[in-house]
């Protein structure tokens, strides 16, 4: 069984800085990919970043590239997300969720609008971003 658990939120200033840490267990590494995603209040959930566990590659969504980095320790079964810069339209619960890397499915998670409703999910962390 996959399971994950999401840490770091907190209350930040704008232009300020978080790590959010994304513990998993219960899976190989490699074959998956971890993503984080954000739900804002009143919004849907959104796709903010991935790491393909077989490679390394990442991919950013248009509103974070720049200021956010993911990386990951596989030593440690642990993804972060580096937030830098953040904004007050960053303020959102964190998630990170775990999918089997198969073909099109960065495509697919990341999409904007998409509701993902598949794949192993952590509880939320929350990020606040005041001006």
């Known amino acids: 069984e996959v399971q994950l658990v999401a840490s770091g939120g907190g209350l930040v200033q704008a232009g300020g800085s978080l790590r959010l840490s994304c513990a998993a267990s219960?899976?190989?590494?490699?074959?998956?990919?971890i993503g984080w995603f954000r739900q804002a209040p009143g919004k849907g959930r959104e796709g903010v970043s991935c790491i393909i566990g077989s490679d390394g590659s990442t991919v950013y969504a248009d509103s974070v590239k720049g200021r956010f980095t993911i990386s990951s320790d596989n030593a440690k079964n642990t993804v972060y997300l580096q937030m830098n810069s953040l904004k007050p339209e960053d303020t959102a619960v964190y998630f990170c969720?775990?999918?089997?890397?198969?073909?099109?499915?960065?495509?697919?998670?990341?999409?904007?609008?998409?509701?993902?409703?598949?794949?192993?999910w952590g509880q939320g962390t929350q990020v606040t971003v005041s001006s």
């Open positions: 969720a775990a999918f089997i890397d198969a073909p099109g499915i960065i495509a697919t998670i990341m999409k904007p609008g998409r509701q993902v409703d598949f794949g192993s």
């Open positions: 219960g899976f190989i590494s490699d074959d998956y990919v």
